[in-house]
Each structure stands twice: as structure tokens, then as C-alpha cells.
């Protein structure tokens, strides 16, 4: 069974940062992508951001690009995600997720159906 636990959301000002922690277990968490999404009220689930299993790779939504960064530590089955210059519209609960593909493009894979496991949320909040 594959567990993940997510830390590190709080409350920031606007032009704050904060970093995220997801910890996994259960899976050989080196072999597949991992993802971050978020949820904000009356949302639909989005995709914010995906690395490669090696860490080599990584691909964002345009709505991060240049102010988030993901990161993987696969030696403590770990991913990270930097959150720098945070708007209020980055205000959402943020999960992190195990790919279900080992080696697809990361750009195909940003849909929530294209993760299998999810960690239970880490609340983000942005203030104006």
C-alpha cells in the first residue's frame, strides 16, 4: 500500500514563499513521475506541476512556471515543491500524487487520472 504524506502548507503573505513536502512509502517511489495538484473551494482539481522518476525532467503549468519548483529527493522518497512570489490565487490545498505511467512525457501526463495515489492535502493560503 502506498502512503503519502504531505507537510509544509500555512498561511503567507503575498510575495511569500513556502516549501512542500510530500513523503512516500509503500511503492518503489524512485520508478515513477510524481505530481503536485491543487484544489481550491468550488474547483475542479488542477495540475500544477510533474518530475520524471530520475528527477531529470519536470514540467509545470503555466500558471507556476518561474515561481514553483519541484524537486526530488528519491534517497529519502521524497518530493519537494518551492513556492516563490505567492499570489492569493495560489490559495488552494495542495496534494501531492504517484504517476500510474513510469515513462510517459511528463506534458501527457496532467490530469488527476493519470495519478493512482494521493497523499491527503496540505493547505495553502496566500493573504492580500
Known amino acids: 500500500q502506498v502512503q503519502l504524506v504531505e507537510s509544509g502548507g500555512g498561511l503567507v503573505q503575498a510575495g511569500g514563499s513556502l516549501r512542500l513536502s510530500c513523503a512516500a512509502s509503500?511503492?518503489?517511489?524512485?520508478?515513477?513521475?510524481m505530481g503536485w495538484f491543487r484544489q481550491a473551494p468550488g474547483k475542479e482539481r488542477e495540475f500544477v506541476t510533474a518530475?520524471?522518476?530520475?528527477?531529470?525532467?519536470?514540467y509545470y503549468a503555466n500558471s507556476v512556471k518561474g515561481r514553483f519548483t519541484i524537486s526530488r529527493d528519491n534517497a529519502k522518497n521524497t518530493v519537494y515543491l518551492q513556492m516563490n512570489s505567492l499570489k492569493p490565487e495560489d490559495t488552494a490545498v495542495y496534494y501531492c500524487?504517484?504517476?500510474?505511467?513510469?515513462?510517459?512525457?511528463?506534458?501527457?501526463?496532467?490530469?488527476?487520472?493519470?495519478?493512482?495515489?494521493w497523499g491527503q492535502g496540505t493547505q495553502v493560503t496566500v493573504s492580500s
Open positions: 509503500g511503492r518503489t517511489f524512485s520508478s515513477y513521475p
Open positions: 518530475i520524471s522518476w530520475s528527477g531529470a525532467s519536470t
Open positions: 500524487a504517484v504517476s500510474k505511467f513510469h515513462d510517459r512525457p511528463l506534458e501527457t501526463v496532467v490530469t488527476r487520472y493519470d495519478y493512482d495515489y
